[in-house]
């Protein structure tokens, strides 16, 4: 399945994208999944981070995602 956004939310969504990224990671890996206490001796432990670090990405775009669509649907609101 595909998912296929409009062009004029590619400024939006690049610009506000790593913002919310380092902070969903930042938080997923310190305070959800407490990575720092795992060694990273194993590779188990480095898969474990790599998965983080993608769920992190998917949170991430997602969220931008929804927050594009409440402005959209605000400005419509206001506007209207």
Do not use: Q
């Not at 296929?4 to 990224?21: A, E, G, T």
């Not at 432990?45 to 949170?59: A, N, P, Q, T, Y």
Request: hydrophobic share 50%; aromatic share 18%; with cysteine.
């Amino acid at each position: 399945m595909e998912l296929h956004l409009p062009k004029r939310i590619h400024k939006f969504y690049w610009s506000l994208f790593p913002i919310i990224l380092a902070i969903i990671g930042y938080h997923n890996i310190f305070k959800n999944w407490e990575l720092p206490l795992y060694g990273f001796n194993d590779l188990e432990d480095f898969e474990r981070l790599l998965f983080v670090c993608g769920l992190s990405m998917c949170e991430s775009a997602l969220l931008t995602v929804f927050l594009w669509w409440g402005i959209k649907i605000l400005k419509k609101i206001f506007l209207s």
